[in-house]
């Protein structure tokens, strides 16, 4: 059977220019980059390096990239850090509705620690507005964490414009760029942008690796501790086969970015001009146009996304539905609902991610079986 991954946004396949260039540091130079000798001192090198050429990728200098284990860690050290920093006397934070668990429960569980916390709502389209910070932003704000696009709809907030006003208060700013990373180019050289967290395996690198960049100046409380590894503020031994295939996932996207991001946007909106002509009762959730390449998601009328789901595994396609069914309930995506997309149309939608491996025969063949499954859904659906 054909199978066809519609879900980059969950996650990718590892780039074979990434696995070559991380075999090595598994077997023969293999050493840890805190000793002294020529192994340690290699991998030390090789690390450094990494550190370079991603700093060099997004305008940033290489003491201000900090290695984690991903994007989930990289949100944590930020608006912990900060939080611990600053929180002494002023304890608000800004962040939005939308944000991925990485962030919302880091907030949750600094709310149960006296902080407090403003989710903004986004607009219908997901986006979270400038001047609704600017509206928020209070004489004890500490920080301001939003996304730069959203994991489910794809939606891209303007960070030029958030960071411009949190500049102006004297707020430090965080992003979580783990879905626009290698994907949007980014030059904080530029961009009044303090903390920003991305993660490897969004983007053809390894899982379990990432990195939060921290800009010059700005002081964060550790959030962990058991040795002096990245500069006293992540400890632990540097997971460095994933370090090198972080760097050469970012070296990959670098040098294809714009014609890569042009070819996906190309045939991601071929697949939505399909359906819709096939499909009566299909709703675009998301920005139409202001919005990640590869990002579809799309809410069918009268059907429930996991089962939809589900018809589209068996043959072969593989995509994700925001919403969950937990204790015989469905639960509707927390970003669909803050959009004010409503129960019945969140819990029918779900979302295509598009990447690199795609080609115009996954779209056809998508765009050809689904109109079956979702009429012969919807003749079953008591909806
Ligand atoms: N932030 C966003 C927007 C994400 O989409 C994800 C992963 O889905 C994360 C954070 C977490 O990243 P990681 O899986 O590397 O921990």
Not at 51 to 73: K, L, P, Q, V
Not at 163 to 170: L, M, N, T
Not at 213 to 234: D, M, P, S, T
Request: glycine share 8%; aromatic share 6%; net charge negative.
């Amino acid at each position: 059977m054909r199978k066809i991954y519609f879900d980059h946004s969950a996650t990718t396949p590892v780039d074979p220019q990434v696995v070559e260039a991380m075999v090595s540091f598994m077997s023969e130079k293999f050493g840890n980059a805190s000793s002294i000798h020529s192994f340690g001192r290699e991998a030390k090198v090789a690390l450094e390096d990494a550190r370079e050429s991603i700093a060099d990728f997004c305008g940033a200098h290489a003491n201000e990239i900090y290695f984690t284990s991903g994007g989930t860690e990289a949100d944590n050290m930020a608006i912990l850090g900060v939080a611990r920093q600053l929180g002494e006397q002023e304890k608000h934070i800004i962040t939005s509705k939308i944000e991925h668990h990485a962030v919302l429960h880091t907030c949750e569980y600094l709310e149960k620690q006296g902080f407090d916390v403003t989710y903004l709502k986004p607009d219908k389209f997901g986006e979270i507005h400038a001047d609704k910070i600017a509206e928020a932003i209070r004489d004890d704000t500490i920080l301001i964490t939003i996304m730069h696009a959203n994991n489910e709809v794809g939606t891209i907030n303007s960070i030029e414009n958030i960071g411009e006003i949190a500049r102006e208060q004297g707020v430090l700013f965080h992003i979580d760029a783990v879905q626009t990373f290698g994907k949007l180019p980014i030059n904080l050289s530029n961009l009044n942008v303090d903390l920003l967290s991305m993660s490897g395996h969004k983007i053809y690198g390894p899982k379990g690796v990432g990195a939060l960049y921290v800009r010059k100046g700005v002081k964060l409380q550790q959030i962990a501790f058991g040795g002096a590894h990245e500069r006293n503020k992540r400890p632990g031994t540097e997971n460095v086969p994933g370090i090198i295939g972080l760097a050469k996932a970012v070296e990959v996207c670098k040098n294809s970015m714009a014609e890569e991001e042009k070819r996906i946007g190309n045939l991601r909106d071929l697949l939505f001009q399909k359906l819709i002509k096939k499909i009566p009762q299909v709703y675009l959730n998301g920005h139409p146009d202001h919005r990640l390449a590869g990002l579809l998601n799309l809410s069918f009328q009268s059907i429930e996304g996991e089962a939809l789901l589900l018809s589209l595994d068996l043959k072969g396609v593989a995509g994700s539905s925001g919403s969950a069914c937990t204790s015989g309930s469905v639960d509707s995506s927390h970003v669909l609902s803050a959009m004010g997309v409503k129960p019945e149309l969140a819990q029918s939608s779900i979302r295509f991610s598009l990447g690199r491996n795609n080609t115009i025969e996954d779209v056809e063949y998508t765009a050809e079986i689904l109109p079956e499954i979702v009429e012969r859904l919807r003749q079953m659906s008591p909806l």
